[in-house]
């Protein structure tokens, strides 16, 4: 490992060096509109939600690091305490990228970009009609963290009305994550795409305690077929199969099978936990610790 103290770095190689390690960072293009009416669409990568009730998004359009000036974004919101918040999906992340292009003020970056402004119930500045979910916002508070190049300025913004594409929602009505196909921010040019192959689920155990990984036996925990992460899944089951169901479980074609095979204890138990690692990928994960644990039925 290479460490170092960012505030020691070049301002442009601490920015490459954060912005490549933290990610992916979803993207705020945010809309504003000056005193005299002028609209402004940028967007914004430092950007996340904070809080339900109230709801709270915050994002931060920070200094510039080649010249240490702030953005139109940061004037805009600090005149008219109002912003809405667009989310971007791959269907206009080239119009997004072209929105970030550093315009002259006044100049309308909906124009620029090709996108519809759509005018929003409760702010005035306008929403993009092609984001499949807009979010319009009253300005809480706006924390400058510093006034040097690469500062951020954090906009607290509470949410006071939320639309979302009706074909974004799911069966119970909640906006669907599989459906949004949205992009985020990486290092350099890159960006990702939140669809596909790229989402899987994570079982949260907000209801359940796991046992953990400390309370797996240790000739599990140093298998040469398991990783971190199928370590993790084993330590989110509340209980360990008991020997009744390790029996009946013994009784699977598979395990017979291994156990017929295997020369000697040790083979049989390499066996096991490869057989285990398979159910694991599969998210079976009871399956997986039954099979880990029927080396203790001592068939050999």
Not at 227 to 250: S, T
């Amino acid at each position: 490992m290479k460490s170092f103290d960012l505030n020691d770095l070049p301002g442009k190689e601490a920015h490459g060096h954060l912005l490549a390690a933290v990610g992916p960072r979803p993207i705020a293009f945010a809309s504003t509109i000056d005193n005299e009416g002028n609209p402004n669409l940028s967007p914004f990568s430092y950007f996340n939600v904070f809080s339900t009730k109230p709801p709270v998004l915050i994002f931060s359009p920070a200094r510039r690091v080649r010249n240490n000036t702030t953005k139109d974004t940061l004037h805009n919101a600090e005149a008219t305490r109002e912003v809405v918040i667009n989310v971007v999906n791959y269907n206009i992340v080239q119009q997004m990228s072209l929105a970030s292009t550093e315009y002259d003020t006044g100049v309308n970056e909906f124009i620029k970009a090709g996108l519809t402004p759509l005018e929003s119930d409760l702010v005035a500045p306008f929403r993009v009609k092609e984001s499949p979910v807009q979010f319009e916002c009253k300005v809480m508070d706006i924390i400058a963290l510093g006034d040097e190049g690469g500062a951020g300025n954090l906009i607290m913004c509470e949410v006071v009305r939320m639309h979302v594409d009706e074909d974004m929602f799911n069966e119970k009505g909640i906006t669907d994550s599989t459906k949004l196909d949205l992009v985020a921010r990486m290092g350099g040019d890159w960006y990702c795409r939140a669809s596909g192959d790229a989402l899987f689920e994570v079982e949260k155990p907000i209801l359940t305690k796991g046992i953990g990984v400390d309370q797996i036996p240790p000739r599990i925990r140093s298998s040469m077929f398991l990783d971190g992460n199928d370590l993790g899944k084993l330590g989110n089951i509340e209980r360990l199969p008991n020997q009744q169901e390790l029996e009946e479980f013994a009784e699977n074609y598979r395990i017979k099978e291994i156990f017929e095979s295997s020369s000697d204890g040790m083979e049989a138990r390499e066996a096991l936990h490869q057989y285990a690692k398979e159910l694991l990928d599969k998210n079976k994960v009871i399956k997986a610790w039954k099979a880990l644990l029927c080396d203790k039925l001592n068939r050999i």
